[in-house]
């Protein structure tokens, strides 16, 4: 298992791509757990643990989504469990790392710093996304980047409109 994650590691760094992942149906099943309970953790600081655990699975599934239908737009369905999986489980590093930050701006304390933070970390999240799609469909950095900010910005549209109180409507 540290192999693994010394592996997503390598990939946050941009070191290594998803092709370097097994492409194992049960490697990419524990790596989507391990992200629901990350996210699950991130959502509970401010909201309750039910609704804490429907977002957490939401966004799981917006992740295999999205790496299936990219995958078979792109024509290379072949390399679902490898994408899906360092995208899952990339998610799930970054957001273990932003733990504190989050927990700092939900009780006020640097919140400053907590914020500007957390600017950096969805930055990196997003860099990251592009250079796994750079990676797994053969694209320029431009078209990754490019589809990595159309999925977080769907992503963040379908969470708002399926939980209104992220937002605040």
Same mark, same amino acid.
Not at 26 to 42: I, K, Y
Not at 48 to 59: D, P
Not at 119 to 125: F, Q, V
């Given at each position: 298992m540290f192999e693994i994650?010394?592996?997503?590691?390598?990939?946050?760094?941009?070191? $290594?791509?998803? $092709?370097h992942l097994p492409p194992s149906v049960?490697?990419?099943?524990?790596? *989507?757990? *391990?992200?629901?309970?990350?996210?699950?953790?991130?959502v509970s600081i401010s909201?309750?643990?039910?609704?804490? *655990?429907? $977002?957490?699975?939401?966004?799981?599934l917006l992740i295999v989504g999205f790496s299936r239908l990219m995958l078979y737009m792109a024509g290379k369905p072949e390399r679902f469990c490898q994408t899906a999986g360092a995208l899952s489980g990339t998610d799930a590093m970054i957001s273990f790392f932003a733990l504190p930050a989050v927990a700092s701006m939900t009780i006020g304390a640097g919140a400053l710093l907590a914020f500007i933070l957390t600017?950096?970390?969805?930055?990196?999240?997003w860099a990251v996304i592009g250079h796994i799609i750079r990676n797994a469909l053969g694209q320029t950095w431009t078209f990754s980047l490019g589809l990595a900010f159309l999925y977080l910005l769907g992503s963040y549209r379908v969470m708002a409109l399926l939980f209104p109180e992220i937002t605040g409507g």
């Open positions: 994650l010394k592996l997503l590691f390598d990939i946050c760094l941009f070191k $290594q791509g998803p $092709q049960w490697l990419l099943r524990l790596v *989507l757990a *391990l992200d629901v309970a990350v996210s699950f953790l991130m909201t309750g643990l039910a609704v804490a *655990l429907v $977002q957490a699975i939401v966004s799981v600017i950096a970390l969805m930055i990196w999240h």
